[in-house]
């Protein structure tokens, strides 16, 4: 293998899963490369965890090829699960072992050499020596995925992945599981994350949304957002209710949608977004002021979920 090939760790093409008649994952091509943190993002039921499962050896894809470490993901399964670390979304540790013992037993899974030096150096990594002997099942959320990682990790595996990692827990948890996950990518770990949380999209080095099975977006925040060609206006002040009624369905307006006492106005076209906004102000002698604002990712993800539905009603998913 080349050495820029061997920095590929997923490269996966045409990847195609149906359960029964429905096509759940269709035509999915990923890139990752080493050190990368990437996020899996879209609607519920879109097919992230089904390509995940694939990926890592768990779920025999219809169609597609590829490589993830390098292994083959149709042949070589075996070998792929050995060296990737997966996070599921549940908790699917023992509530009534304590940390340090639910370490161990994942260490015995394994068959881990040095088994109890293993432990203790994931305990101190992962900064839960001091509750290592706290029972599973009385820890918080956020200590809970802490441990769920802790044991994802402990044999050292290439790839990490993580399936809806932190829902349902806190922000000041999420912050420093993300904070870890950082420090994992920098040592060299690579990362493919799904999720829901606009926050955790944008700490990542990339996204790739996906939609009833297509990829229909891929890149960094940054260019995602960009790509999306959406102009937002914020309206603040006056009736907002009444305003967010007025501006629906007006001419080139997409989304509206209040925060606190604003409204964000998107659309694809922005000259038409203002002016439109502008009208239905002077129409309603709002007091209500318009200015441009920042399209943030979950406008844009608003927007490729719908047309993605429309393209899927119209039988012909669109494709990134
Ligand atoms: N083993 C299975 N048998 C039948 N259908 C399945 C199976 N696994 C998943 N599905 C269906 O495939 C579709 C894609 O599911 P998947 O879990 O991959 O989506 P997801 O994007 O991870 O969703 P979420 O964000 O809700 O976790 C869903 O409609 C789901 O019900």
Redesign the pocket.
Known sequence: MSEAASEQVISIRGLTKS??P?K??DDVALEVSRGEIVGFL??????????IRMICGLLKPDGGSGTCLGFDILTEATRIKREVGYMT?RFSLYDDLTIRENLDFVARIYDLPHRRDTVRDTLERLGLTRRKDQLAGTLSGGWKQRLALAASVMHQPRLLLL??PTAGVDPQARREFWDEIHRLAAGGLTVLV?T?YMDEAERCHRIVY?AY?HVVARGTVAEVIAASQLATVVVSGGDTLALAAALKGRAGIEQVAPFGNELHVVGPDAALLRASVDDVLAETGSTGRARAGETSLEDVFIRLMQQARVADSAGNGGAA
């Open positions: 359960f029964g429905r759940v994952v879209g609607p519920n039921g879109s097919g992230k965890t089904t390509t979304q399936d809806e799904s829901h996906i099975g």
